[in-house]
């Protein structure tokens, strides 16, 4: 069993930032990838960022050059850095952590907002 306990999200105006946090606990694998999904209405959950416990990023075309994802592997925790946000970027954020030959795992997720 794993919890992920998610922070940080917020109703912000477009172009400001936010910073989400996401902590993890419980049977966490050596090898693992933590990862943030966000999901709109009328929209299907989608990858935004993902990083593995070595450091290798994936990114979504929508949030290139303005979000980075980081990890702090001593404190099981993943970070996704938020900037110029868009309205475009409303949805709720779920952090995700993905134990290698077992199974994802899910925060509850946090509302970010973004507003014109």
């Known amino acids: 069993q794993v919890q992920l306990v998610e922070s940080g999200g917020g109703l912000v105006q477009a172009g400001g930032s936010l910073r989400l946090s996401c902590a993890a606990s419980?049977?966490?694998?050596?090898?693992?990838?933590m990862g943030w999904y966000r999901q709109a209405p009328g929209k299907q959950r989608e990858l935004v960022a993902s990083?593995?416990?070595?450091?290798?990023?994936d990114y979504a075309d929508s949030v290139k050059g303005r979000f980075t994802i980081s990890r702090d592997n001593a404190k099981n925790t993943v970070y996704l850095q938020m900037n110029i946000l868009k309205p475009e970027d409303t949805a709720v954020y779920y952090c995700?952590?993905?134990?290698?030959?077992?199974?994802?795992?899910w925060g509850q997720g946090t509302q970010v907002t973004v507003s014109s």
């Open positions: 995700n952590l993905q134990n290698i030959g077992s199974g994802a795992y």
């Open positions: 419980g049977s966490i694998f050596r090898l693992n990838v």
């Open positions: 990083i593995t416990i070595g450091g290798r990023t």
